[in-house]
């Protein structure tokens, strides 16, 4: 029995029941410390992993180690495990929560304990996400990650954090409950919720072809709204923009690849790929014409904002646009692509919300119009913005160029969407490449000119 992957979780969930009840002048202390913790364990977990073998699930706490943790005799047990795909998505939370954290530092003064707790409590129920492999237990995790963020927006964010916060809970939360019926159907039918029992079932033919139709969707409905998937995205550019710096970091970084995991661990071997080929080509054209819609949408939109804040919010609707085109380009490039997009759209964004967050504490102000020749002032941080810029447009050299050129050719190659999806993608490139240099020259050159 491996001890890894549940210690990967214990420790934030005691950190975060801990946590509450220490004094407030060392709760920030107390998080970054444990949030430490929490990375070197990720690191551990890294080390041992068997990378020659990257397909296969590992370091698992198998279920007959958990038959205590078994419900009832429906086959649900606390099933951990880990492969390639989900040990990066774990690097990647347990890397951006100690920055999280730290840009907490100074901007959190208010009820201190509480938010330090629901930061680790978040945590708790991301990683669970990546290592579930039960079905229902991914639900769970999935699920209660909304909590956590719930309350880090609500109290935490700006203005409008009450509506942030309610919008943000209840476009994912209904989407969610689609997802767990087509899980719970499909669970009962197979006898067991353990995902590769439910895979090995749903492609062995055993379900017709309208079951398998209405489960995708089901599944889709949760994951699509999570990511967020155009015309479903309209909670995003609010949440992002009320909550508090840390929050927009996590939620950018991770919270968004909750729903592109969740299509390509469960949706995509469940309800759409069989051993036949593809069951449903024309919902997999509807669904790269949404993803090209969202790249277009999310760019014209981001493009006219005078938040800056609000801007990167529309520029994820557009980023998130690509890494889904491509899953659903079906084919190694796009899928390869997609994962890779997953990884350095939560860096590059990450780091964005983070400058963005730096200028906000200094100036208390968003307003492009008020804002300009920051980098005369503030050099370091101006060399970094635009570093982090170049990143997210796909300069070629750094990280996004790599995940964005995979997954345009992806679409250009399928054999399931075609040339038409990758010109409307790479247009979205360059679209991306205008809004954010306009942006970038207006705030960080010209003449100096900022609130105060």
């Given amino acids: 029995m491996n001890l890894l ?21 060392v709760a920030r202390t107390w998080a970054l410390l444990v949030s430490f913790i929490t990375l070197a364990i990720g690191v551990i977990i890294a080390l041992s992993f068997d990378w020659s073998d990257p397909g296969r699930v590992q370091l698992e706490l198998l279920p007959s180690d958990a038959s205590a943790l078994t419900l009832i005799n429906l086959g649900i047990r606390f099933h951990l495990g880990v492969d390639a795909i989900g040990l990066w998505l774990v690097l990647l ?40 492999r039960d079905a229902l237990v991914f639900y769970v995790f999935f699920e209660l990650t909304l909590i956590p963020m719930f309350f880090i927006i609500g109290i935490w964010g700006g203005p409008e ?14 989407g969610g409950v689609f997802t767990l ?55 995003l550019p609010l949440a992002h923009t009320e909550a508090p710096t840390a929050g927009s970091v996590i939620l950018a970084g991770v919270l968004l690849k909750l729903g592109t995991y969740g299509l390509f661990a469960v949706a995509l071997p469940i309800g759409l790929i069989s051993t036949s080929g593809i069951e449903f080509p024309e919902i997999v054209r ?12 999310g760019g014209l939109v981001a493009w006219v904002q005078q ?19 491509g899953l659903f380009a079906l084919n190694d ?37 008020a804002l300009s020749g920051l980098a005369r002032q503030m050099p370091r941080l101006g060399f970094f913005f635009v570093f982090f810029v170049m990143s997210s447009i796909g300069l070629p050299g750094l990280n996004g160029f790599a995940s964005e050129f995979l997954t345009v050719l992806g679409a250009f190659t399928s054999n399931h969407l075609g040339m038409g999806y990758g010109v409307m993608a790479a247009l979205g490139v360059i679209l991306g490449a205008i809004y954010m240099l306009h942006m970038t020259a207006r705030v960080m050159f010209g003449p100096l000119k900022y609130p105060g």
């Fill in 5 to 25: 992957l549940p210690l990967l979780l214990i420790v934030p969930l005691a950190g975060a029941v801990l946590g509450a009840f220490v004094k407030p002048s």
């Fill in 93 to 132: 939370t347990v890397g951006l929560m100690p920055l999280a954290i730290l840009s907490s530092f100074k901007s959190i003064t208010d009820r201190p304990r509480e938010y330090y707790a629901w930061m680790l409590a978040l945590t708790v129920t991301m990683l669970g996400v990546f290592v579930a």
């Fill in 161 to 174: 954090r009450r509506l942030a916060a309610a919008k943000f809970f209840l476009f994912t939360f209904t």
């Fill in 181 to 235: 019926v087509a899980l719970v159907f499909i669970g009962l039918r197979a006898g067991s919720f353990d995902l590769s029992t439910l895979i090995h079932y749903a492609q062995s033919g055993l379900l017709s072809h309208a079951e398998r139709r209405w489960i995708f969707l089901g599944l889709l409905a949760g994951f699509a709204v999570k990511v967020p998937l155009f015309p479903v995205h309209t909670w």
């Fill in 286 to 297: 509807f669904l790269g014409a949404l993803c090209v819609i969202g790249i277009l949408y």
């Fill in 307 to 325: 938040d800056i804040k609000k801007l990167v919010a529309y520029s994820s609707v557009a980023h998130l646009g690509f890494c889904v085109l």
């Fill in 333 to 369: 490039i796009g899928m390869q692509g997609s994962v890779l997009y997953m990884l350095n759209h939560g860096l590059s964004t990450g780091a964005m919300f983070l400058c963005i967050g730096m200028i906000y504490d200094r100036f208390h102000t968003r307003d492009i119009n």
